[in-house]
Nanobody, 124 residues
């Protein structure tokens, strides 16, 4: 059974940077779509990025140009580099493994396994 553990969250001022990590165990993640999502208090979970098994990435406009998703298959780890952070980036960040090996999406329902989340707080 695959398990995901996020780390790297914290509190930063606007304009700062954080790098989130997602360590996988129980299965290799290299052949799966992997995604990052976030959820602010009182709001629905929001897609942040995904990366395909081939390395193709995608982002919503809200983070495009500021966030970078990457994966290191040898370490079975997914990353999210977040730069130029804004207060609206505040929330709990989750990594997830897609249900499909060949299809990636920004829909939470298309992801099968989730980590427990890591908190990010950005102050103005």
């Amino acid at each position: 059974q695959v398990q995901l553990v996020e780390s790297g969250g914290g509190s930063v001022q606007a304009g700062g940077s954080l790098r989130l990590s997602c360590a996988a165990s129980g299965s290799t993640i290299g052949t799966y779509c992997m995604g990052w999502f976030r959820q602010a208090a009182g709001k629905q979970r929001e897609w942040v990025s995904y990366i395909t098994s081939g390395g193709t990435t995608n982002y919503p406009d809200s983070v495009k140009g500021r966030f970078t998703i990457s994966r290191e298959n040898a370490k079975n780890t997914l990353y999210l580099q977040m730069n130029s952070l804004k207060p609206e980036d505040t929330g709990t960040y989750y990594c997830a493994i897609g249900e499909s090996r060949s299809f990636c999406s920004g829909r939470a329902a298309d992801y099968a396994v989730w980590g427990q989340g890591t908190q990010v707080a950005v102050s103005a």
